[in-house]
């Protein structure tokens, strides 16, 4: 697995991780707008990085470096999870 893979399956868990507690917020009305708004654009940007992946346009290998065809447009806060604060 290259490290582009690696990095795109852990956003994927840290999304997944972050689902529920939002989701709950948002049923009581407590999660805010922005957010609501943060979430939606790590989705956005994670649902592009898969489309670019299964499309083919995603790096190569090279002597266990990975060579980005196209850069990827992910917002600079989707490499930590959200700060949720949530207590009932």
Do not use: C, F
């Not at 972050?18 to 009305?29: A, I, N, V, Y």
Request: charged fraction near 30%; avoid cysteine; aromatic fraction near 4%.
């Amino acid at each position: 697995m290259i490290r582009e893979e690696r990095e795109l399956l852990a956003e994927l868990a840290r999304l997944n991780g972050d689902m529920p507690t939002l989701g709950l917020r948002m049923m009581d009305g407590s999660a805010s707008a922005a957010e609501q708004e943060h979430y939606a654009q790590r989705l956005i940007a994670v649902g592009k990085w898969l489309r670019q992946r299964a499309e083919g346009r995603v790096g190569v290998v090279i002597e266990g470096e990975v060579d980005i065809q196209e850069p990827l447009a992910l917002p600079a806060h989707a490499v930590e999870p959200a700060q949720l604060d949530w207590r009932p």
